[in-house]
């Protein structure tokens, strides 16, 4: 069990750029999940994926941003004309699916500043 | 909607004090509660959980009982620990029959214990 993986750890951009972040989750969960978190707030849900499927989007995730996970496995969140309120922590986490209510295992996130 | 309401940080002790971090919730269902620890510089990892009323988590000391007359998932322990010093965020999940699984976090309670 190496654990999820976020790369990468920081990333900086100006304001209008893109951005993709990755996720490597452990490799036996089939349940994939990405949160958004503030100073001072707790995640956000944005999205998850049961396999390749993406089952479920938050309002908060808006046109700008899009995740896939194509093969099922590792996953990416992309962000288009980057906003400086999106500045947050992305999180993911990975659970296995299929089992009551298993614990999320989470990354140590990808912190992303817009300038 | 469903919301989680945590108390207010940060909360400092010393060492050997008792700690309680209150926690409510409100859902239209019947949630699965969770309490998920940050500690400084790593990824949020699973504290403890409770998956119906009455029911009591348990791990590293701490505890949490799930009332439901009352709405609440308050976390205890008994004599707190420097090493314990982290945030800690209440979290729910609804149901699996519901058809919704991702978690719903509060905001997060920072704690430092000081020797």
């Known amino acids: 069990d190496t654990g999820v993986s976020q790369n990468p750890r920081h990333k900086i951009t100006k304001r209008g750029q893109n951005v993709t972040f990755r996720c490597d989750p452990i490799s036996e969960h089939n349940r994939l999940y990405w949160y958004r978190q503030t100073l001072g707030q707790g995640p956000e849900f944005l999205t998850y994926?049961?396999?390749?499927?993406?089952?479920?989007k938050s309002r908060l995730l808006s046109d700008r941003f899009s995740a896939e996970r194509p093969k099922g496995s590792f996953s990416t969140l992309e962000i288009q004309r980057t906003e400086q309120g999106d500045s947050a922590m992305y999180l993911c986490?990975?659970?296995?699916?299929?089992?009551?209510?298993?614990?999320?295992?989470f990354g140590n996130g990808t912190r992303l500043t817009v300038t | 909607g469903d919301s989680v309401t945590q108390m207010e940080g940060p909360v400092t002790l010393s060492e050997e004090a008792f700690l309680t971090i209150n926690c409510t919730y409100t859902a239209t269902g019947y949630p699965s509660l969770f309490w998920y620890v940050q500690y400084p510089g790593e990824g949020l990892q699973l504290l403890l959980k409770a998956t119906k009323a009455d029911d009591k988590g348990s791990n590293k000391g701490f505890e949490a009982t799930y009332r439901k007359e009352t709405t609440s998932f308050h976390l205890e322990k008994g004599s707190v620990q420097v090493s314990d010093s982290a945030v800690y965020f209440c979290a729910l999940a609804l149901s699996p029959n519901s058809g919704n699984t991702p978690l719903v976090f509060g905001k997060g309670t920072r704690l430092s214990v000081i020797a």
């Open positions: 986490a990975s659970s296995p699916g299929g089992v009551l209510n298993s614990p999320l295992h």
């Open positions: 994926f049961q396999n390749e499927a993406q089952l479920e």
